[in-house]
């Protein structure tokens, strides 16, 4: 990925724009990246992969609530453990 400064970037924007269909430019002010520049594929994969995370959260959210508390493991009986295992099937 390349760095370029707010003012080069302003100044050299289509080849930019151009540089960001292969790899993502980082824009930068006062030694601080502040922005980025990254094709149309790359900002749809990301939004898909945040999707996907936000989905998973919630599976586990509504999974965890609806799930019963599990006994603390030192205390399970060979039955306790039987049981257990044959429910997650």
């Known amino acids: 990925m390349i760095a370029v400064t707010s003012v080069?970037?302003?100044s050299r924007f289509g080849e930019l724009i151009d540089r960001a269909q292969r790899e993502p430019i980082e824009i930068t002010r006062r030694g601080r990246t502040v922005a980025y520049v990254v094709s149309e594929h790359d900002l749809k994969e990301l939004q898909d992969i945040r999707?996907?995370?936000e989905d998973a959260v919630r599976w586990y959210s509504s999974y965890k609530q609806h799930s019963a508390p599990l006994p603390d493991a030192a205390?399970?009986?060979?039955?306790?453990i039987d049981r257990l295992v044959h429910e997650l099937r």
């Open 75 to 80: 205390s399970l009986t060979d039955d306790d």
């Open 51 to 53: 999707k996907r995370r």
């Open 8 to 10: 080069e970037a302003q």
